[in-house]
């Protein structure tokens, strides 16, 4: 019988670690999760917001979270299967049906905190560009940051429409529209290649 070379040895074995459950199960980026849930250290025990967005095989899954020691607390949460009561009965899964599943959960959120009064929204959903942090308000609004999990950010997906129903419904996430279907760049004056 020839020799064959042992790579993993006994030290290799006792000096392995084991990665986290939802890691080796493909649910959880956590250098992902680590920029978003991270908060500054002069903000003491501030809640860091994440307006979170899922796809599944029939619907659209969005949350409003936040993060604490003993796992993430859910604010309020929003499903396409439940647009069928405001007379969407089929395609919960679509770019349509994720931008009203946004919308849905921003004005949630919103009068959640008693703030569904001072920040409406947009008034007329006609596609243009809105931020709501534009308005004069004595208050700031509600600040949000997007979490995809583990979906690539590619231009055009549903997850924009998602994050464009919830910034029409009033809630402020800080994005920029080159990722929405149908943006084109503004064309350059002067330069020829």
Request: with cysteine.
């Amino acid at each position: 019988m020839a020799f064959v070379k042992v790579l993993k040895t006994a030290a290799y074995f006792k000096r392995f670690q084991v990665a986290r459950r939802r890691r080796r199960e493909g649910k959880t980026d956590y250098y992902a999760r680590r920029k978003m849930v991270r908060q500054d250290k002069n903000k003491f025990n501030n809640r860091k917001y994440r307006f979170i967005v899922r796809f599944t095989n029939k619907r659209c899954i969005c949350q409003c979270a936040y993060a604490t020691l003993r796992g993430d607390v859910v604010v309020a949460a929003a499903a396409s299967n439940e647009l069928s009561a405001f007379g969407i009965a089929v395609g919960h899964k679509n770019y349509a049906a994720a931008y009203a599943t946004g919308l849905l959960l921003a004005r949630r959120v919103l009068k959640q905190f008693n703030l569904d009064d001072k920040f409406k929204g947009k008034e007329e959903l006609d596609g243009e560009e809105y931020h709501v942090e534009d308005e004069e308000n004595e208050q700031r609004p509600f600040k949000c940051i997007l979490d995809v999990g583990l979906r690539r950010t590619c231009v055009g997906h549903r997850m924009w429409g998602a994050l464009k129903g919830a910034v029409d419904g009033g809630l402020h996430i800080p994005h920029s529209t080159k990722n929405f279907p149908g943006f084109k760049a503004p064309e350059e004056k002067g330069q020829e290649g």
